[in-house]
């Protein structure tokens, strides 16, 4: 079994320690929470702490809080030489300390709290300073997943950011698609299939060969219908935006 | 059986004959296409006319042809006091010439060519002037699909703006995503679980719960690192406004 210890008990955390719960190859020997008796439902109390000096042996340290508290976390840990990963998109490998071997492990996956998601299929982007390091990293991230794989910084980086476009501000579409409905006494469970049939064509299309509508077709008929038609100024200046990054295909004006 | 003449051959009009033709309750007796032999694969020959006088007597017409000809149409019919509907999101009634008695039968969903869809979850939208008209356009209609229902014009125009959100600019967030993909030699398939689940989380959750990411929390230092990242204009200003729209909540500064 490979020994693990999982430091941090947010979101990311929670669901980490979940699928390798499950995992036969892994081992989840303690977990670091500063809220020691804190939520970690499936562990054994006494594998939970919340002193660096209390850490255990282990082959590997997931360090799973926030950005901005992955170098000082790190420069905490009390021992020399071993393997400790990050878990973020867009945190660079070298805000680890050095007085440790570093590696990443970053799973991409938008994750809320109490919903439960199939680990499988989910991407885990891994990173390490050297190779015997990569191989225990691609064990453990197989253990959960079927879609672990090397990515470098940049790789890793632009992978983050896209996944801001393709779920953050799809969501935020869906927002304001809402938004529109319950101001003109429409339900949004209308809408549902067309997001659904949304998502289906770009599994098997590109997005450029899956694209209809009036920005597509320069209807500008339409467009300037849809925009009276608009109640706010935010919704207003996203349609124009949007319809001009359609219409020009993301060329520069 | 309920006797129908649908008339155009684009998009619409295709799925919507593919869709009648599994009807029981609803016949196809004719469709009128500029092109005559046109792209009518489904149908007789003998059945398909490009002359407005040989247009054949039945229940209800639909005209499925685009926004901007469907008033020029509609004129040329070459009878009155017969049911005669659209299929526009986005067109008034009153479009239609008033000499027949007229309606709307506005199907919500993005139709790719050569791409079957299942008809039976797709809304559609349906509006008439008179009543008995409105049973014989639910029956129509619902012969088709599960998902049939009144709407007036102010509604079916706000989901038509509203679906501009939640498809083609849904799109264009995939777009650019892959877009950002291929300038640092990703694959977009690495992004299609995380897509599949935003899905899946809008379907259970309100788009307002569903949110995640930096814009949600506030993270300044990934929203900057991230500016810093996208190559060019296009991408950044979508980047900046849709994170506004985020952290106001789609409220008006």
């Known amino acids: 079994m490979i020994k693990i210890v999982i430091i941090g008990s947010g979101n990311v955390a929670q669901h ?16 670091f929470s500063r809220q020691k008796k804190s939520t970690v439902p499936l562990l054994d109390p006494t594998k939970i702490t919340n ?6 042996e282990a ?7 926030s950005d901005n508290a992955i170098a000082s976390v790190s420069s905490k840990l009390p021992f020399e030489n071993r393997l400790v990963v990050h878990t973020s998109g867009s945190v660079s490998i070298d805000l680890l300390d050095k007085k440790n071997r570093r590696g990443i492990f970053y799973p991409l ?3 809320t709290k109490n919903v439960a998601i199939d680990f499988k ?3 885990i982007c891994l990173e390490s300073e050297n190779e015997s390091d990569f191989d225990l990293l691609e064990k453990v991230a197989q253990s959960i997943s079927n879609n672990a794989f090397n990515s470098d910084e940049k790789q890793r980086k632009a992978l983050h950011v896209s996944a801001v476009f393709v779920n953050n501000f799809v969501n935020e579409m869906y927002r304001i698609g809402n938004e529109i409905c319950e101001e003109n006494k429409v339900s949004f469970e209308v809408l549902k299939p067309l997001i659904l049939e949304t998502v289906n064509k770009v599994m098997v299309l590109s ?3 899956a694209q209809t509508g009036p920005a597509k077709r320069n209807d500008t008929q339409t467009i300037e219908a849809h925009l009276d038609f608009l109640s706010n100024e935010n919704q207003a200046t996203i349609y124009k935006i949007l319809t001009q990054s359609i219409q020009n295909n993301g060329k520069e004006l």
């Open 121 to 123: 299929p989910i991407p």
């Open 51 to 56: 002193d660096y000096k209390d850490l255990t």
């Open 109 to 111: 996956q938008t994750f």
């Open 59 to 65: 082959h590997l340290y997931i360090i799973a809080v």
């Open 16 to 31: 980490l320690i979940t699928a390798f719960a499950k995992s036969n190859e892994v081992d989840i020997v303690q977990v």
């Open 207 to 209: 997005p450029n060969e």
